[in-house]
């Protein structure tokens, strides 16, 4: 399993961008679906985006389609979330999570995950 240390969240007024960072350490980071995934007070943890372990396939939730841009450097062992256009609703904790050889947007088949990073956009 790989251990994630995400950073790069904050406060920040709507309409404006924050870029997350995931560090991974670990044997075989390009074996790895990379995800992002949050959660905000009250609710449960969602799906944000996801970037395949090969080919660099990307996916989002449609409620950040457009505006957020997920992406992986192989050779830092580092995912990135490019917020743009923020919103209150993106107000969250941020975390990275890790799907060896995975697929998919289900939070239990991603195995590692990072200990959050907090998003707060105000109005």
């Known amino acids: 399993q790989l251990q994630l240390v995400e950073s790069g969240g904050g406060l920040v007024q709507a309409g404006n961008s924050l870029r997350l960072s995931c560090a991974a350490s670990?044997?075989?980071?390009?074996?790895?679906?990379m995800g992002w995934f949050r959660q905000a007070p009250g609710k449960e943890r969602e799906f944000v985006a996801g970037?395949?372990?090969?080919?660099?396939?990307?996916y989002y939730a449609d409620p950040v389609k457009g505006r957020f841009t997920i992406s992986r450097d192989n050779a830092r062992n580092t995912v990135y979330l490019q917020m743009n256009s923020l919103k209150p609703e993106d107000t969250a904790v941020y975390y990275c999570a890790a799907d060896i050889y995975g697929s998919g947007r289900d939070a239990s088949n991603f195995a590692s995950w990072g200990q959050g990073t907090q998003v707060t956009v105000s109005s």
């Open positions: 670990g044997r075989a980071f390009s074996s790895y679906t």
């Open positions: 970037i395949m372990y090969t080919g660099g396939h990307t």
